[in-house]
Every structure is written in C-alpha cells, then in structure tokens.
C-alpha cells in the first residue's frame, strides 16, 4: 500500500473531498470490497453528496453506450464540467473473474483530469449495475465531479437497476433489434426518459424509429414525452441533441418534483437492499456453520423433505416470533 | 458470497506503444480472468501517461504490458517512473514480450517484477501475479 492509501477512512475522505483522483479510486475499492473503512468514507462524505447529475445507460451489449458516453463526455468537457463514469461489466459466474473492457471506447479521455473513468464488475448482481454502484457514485459526487455517468452491463430485457440509481435514464437501442412487439414488452422498455437508436445510418434505423414512437404512443399521456433520437456514437452525430435533451429533462423533473421524488426512491431502496443483503450474509454465515441446517439438507436430498418445508422449519427457528416468516 | 472475504486481485492489461500484437494480451487478460481476477483491459496504442492514469484511476493491483515492438526500454522506464510519481510504486509491473535476455536483466533492475517472454505459460503468469500481489 502507498502514502495516501495507508491511511484510515476519515482521512481517505478528507482527501477525496479535497478532489484526490487516487483516495477517489481507493475508496471505491473499499465500498466495492464492503469493507469497513468504505463505510466510514461514505459516513463522511455523505453530506457533501447531492450536487451531481446522475445519468444512467442501458441497452444491449454492443449498443453503442460506451462510445456514445464517451462523446457526451466530449461535450460536457467543452461545456467545462467535470464528469465521472462508472462502468459496470459482467462477472464471470464461473470464475468470479471479468474482462472489463468499456474503457477502450473512453481513451480519449485517460488524461484529462475532468473526467474520472472507474470500471467495475457486477460480482453478481443481477439487475445490470453492481451492488456497490450507488456508493460509488455517492463518492464520484462528493469528490465534486458534475456529472456521474453510470453505464450497466449489456442488459437483456428485465434488468432495471438502473432507474434505482439515476436521475435520468438513456435507453440505447440498435436498429434491426426486433419489431414493435419487443418494444411493447415490459421490463427495459419502460425505463427510459431517453430512447437513442444508435448505429442511426443502418437501414433499418427509420423503421425502428417509427416502431418505437408508435408504442410510445399506445400507453397513457404523460408530462414527459420520452423523446426518441437518432445518434451514429461513432462519428459523434445526433450526440448533441442527446445532451440537449438531457438537459430539456433534468429541467423538468427538477421543476415538477420528480428529481426530489426519485432521489428519495433511490435511498430508501438502497437503504432496504442493503438491510437485506446484510441479514443474508448474516443468515447464510451462520446456517453453513449450523449442524442443524446440514442434517436439514441431507433429508431435502434424499427426498425426505421438500425445500418450501426445510425452508420453513429454519425460519421457525430463526425468526419463532415472526407471523409473516412463511410466508414469503 | 461475502463481499469481504471476497476481494478479486484487479489487474490492469495494457498494450503500449504502436505495435499492433495484441493477441498476446488478450490471451493473458482472459487467462486472468478465468483465474478469478477482474482485468481491466485498455486496449492498443497506449501512451505511458495514460496507462498509469489507468492504474491509478482503477486502483489496480498489477499491471501487465504487452510490448512487441522493441521499444520496451523506452516505454517500461517511463511507466515505472510514472508509476512512482503518481504514488503507485507499490503496483505489481509485468512485461511480456520478445525481450532479450540482457534487457530483461535491466527491466527488472528498474523494478519490474518479472518478464515473460513467448513461451510462457498463462498458467505462470496467473501464478506470479497470484503470489506477487500482497493485499
């Protein structure tokens, strides 16, 4: 470990907040690693949070979302403000290893100390972000970056993380992705503040365009009309008009409440998901340790017993006050 | 799984300089990866400046470059320098790569942790940086 990274939580925070890029990336390490001293930055830091813009991406692998977030990096560069991205790759759930990879599309940016690029494997988590993703972002915040861009995996068609952790969210699709009836499937497709169709010089852009568009249309008026765009992430085009409405959004839900509202949706649900992944680890901890719970086992793999049944006998034990304990 | 007893070794992959071999490295970056690691891979064509920001920005454990161009005596002094200046002297450095022996000598003298050449097995490489990164 080096100089700064020797040091205890309340210190690593003093330096983050000071705009230190490698107390930073060492305590996204930590709250990455749930380990104590991250909890501690945070503590620290959490009253200085607030003040930047969260934007999520999502969309299919090979959207595009990592080159057009490095393009509306560029641009928010130029309009001089400091942006942090937050990229979030699979784990292997062979290996618990993972190629993270997003950064190629973001080289541009490797030295300009405006931009802050962390990239980060979801260890598992299933909704497309990874469990450490709003810490981090909290961080990215207090050490005073702008804007944090937070880009999920490449999601398929129910993972939704991303609207428990973003102001406002881009949905990025690519033409030649299915017809109008994957558009009016739940999940991904009713997520976004932003639709972009990138790759928007293939052939069959205007079609999807006109598909997506429709099946806006079918569901009930709303005061925000999501708009759908054209953008070639590549070259740059139509990147402007994504930030120009990114910005026309953030207007309106801080005018309407929205912004306020979702924030607080944000916190309790990452208030709750932490409760429950810590009881879990608790519980799981102390059943394996359990002697109990293994002779419970063996009578559920040798057909004696039925999951829904061992299941229950253990949460009698755990939770013997608990009236609602079967019933989940 | 508990998150604190499970702490992946972060490696950052990267291919400095102008030549275009990147096969190499994408075979280690998976290898690594297969080994439990989380790689951050750069990509070709990286200066010494960007590669360091990316250690630093990443927080990563261990570095491996790739460099089949001949240049690694200019590129790998840089990086380690710029390692040391930005406070990352602590970071594990491997070069792989068509390095003659007498350089190989002095990389490490200049505080490369080791040098695999072609030949070498993914298998060593996940074993060094295995026992190389103390956490």
Redesign the interface.
Known sequence: ????TAVDGAGLARQLLAGD??AL??S??LV????PHGWEIVRQIYPHTGAAAIIGFTGPPGAGKSTLLGELTRLERSAGRSVGVLTVDP??PF???????D??RL?DH??DQGV????M?N??ALGGLS?AALQATLLMDAAGRDLVLLETVGVGQAEVDVINHADSVVLVLTPGSGDSIQALKAGVMEIPDVIVVNKADHPLADSMVRDIRSTLALGPPRDWAIPVLRTIATTGEGVGELLASLTEHRAHIQANGTLTRRRGSHLRAEVLSLVSRRLR?DLE?ALVREPGFVALLEQVVSRQLDPASAAAAILAEVQPRNEHASSD | ????E???I?VVVAKPGLDGHDRGAKIV??A????????????LH??P??IV??V????ADAVGLSILSGAHMTLVPRILALLRT?????VVVTVGGTIPADDIAELKGLGVSEVFTPGASTEAVVDFIRSAVTR
Do not use: C
């Not at chain 1, 990455?32 to 380990?35: I, L």
């Not at chain 1, 802050?116 to 990239?119: A, H």
């Not at chain 2, 630093?56 to 927080?59: C, G, P």
């Open positions: 470990m080096s100089e700064a890029r490698r990336a060492r996204i390490t990455e690693n749930d380990d784990t292997s290996s618990s290893g993972a190629l993270l990879g950064r190629i080289s490797f030295l802050f690029i962390r990239s494997a260890r598992g469990e680890r901890t | 799984m508990n998150a604190a499970h702490r992946p972060r970056a998976r690594l990866r297969d080994a439990g690691m989380e790689v951050i891979y750069t990509g990286q200066t400046e960007q920001e990316t630093l920005q990443e927080d930005e406070g990352l002297g602590q």
